[in-house]
């Protein structure tokens, strides 16, 4: 299968494509049926801006926690209800950096034997504080997490110098570990750097069906 940037398609209620630029063409005061102001004009969402981008950052998970959602197309109401319909309890949910992760690794986390998650160090692990909260996903499960720190390495070679084997997974050896990490990053993701986040549980939630 080819790769794919997960990029849904919005249809308007004819069927056909959406066409945002059109849209702004022809203003607010002919817009098509089930094309809500805010769709084009985030400012008119009916509520704030942290309740929008709750609701947007929710609606993007749940879309990605099944492969089924990374081909489907998307009719514009469809998209309005979903949004304006999330959990009721959206805007009370902690703030927190997402990452997804493997089922075997979750169920580490989740156990609390895990404690130091291993990742490349690029760009978006700049945004990364101690004290920050971390929640990582697996499908329908997440768990939240708090960062009790943040070392950096030039290699995973030096970075289980200075770690703990078994706070990264307390099943395998450093060999094994070695071995799994570098089938998930490349030798050219390794060269970016190598980030432990030490993490600490702080609570688990099962996301809405």
């Known amino acids: 299968m080819p790769l794919r940037i997960f990029t849904p398609q919005v249809l308007a209620h004819t069927g056909a494509k959406l066409s945002k630029s059109l849209l702004r063409k022809r203003g607010n005061g002919a817009l098509p049926v089930d094309v809500e102001p805010w769709m084009l ?43 304006t319909n999330g959990p009721a309890d959206l805007d009370q949910s902690p703030r927190a950096h997402e990452m997804g992760i493997y089922k075997r690794y979750f169920d580490l986390i989740r156990a609390g034997t895990k404690t130091t998650e291993i990742r490349v160090d690029d760009s ?44 990264v997974n307390p099943t395998a050896t450093r060999e094994d570990q070695l071995r799994n990490i ?22 688990q939630v099962s996301a809405e069906e």
Do not use: Q
């Not at 004290?131 to 390495?153: A, K, M």
């Open 41 to 83: 004009d985030t400012t008119r969402w009916p509520g704030g801006t942290d309740h929008y981008v709750d609701a947007l950052l929710w609606l993007v998970g749940a879309l990605l926690t099944d492969p089924k959602h990374f081909f489907r197309s998307f009719t514009v109401k469809e998209l309005g209800r979903l949004m």
């Open 124 to 167: 978006s692990r700049t945004r990364l504080k101690v004290g920050d909260l971390l929640r990582f996903r697996c499908r329908d499960e997440e768990v939240l997490t708090r960062i009790t720190r943040l070392s950096r390495y030039a290699t995973f070679e030096e970075m289980f110098d200075h770690e703990p084997v078994s706070s």
């Open 182 to 203: 570098r089938e998930i990053y490349p030798p050219e993701r390794e060269a970016l750097g190598v980030v432990a986040i030490g993490i600490e549980l702080v609570g």
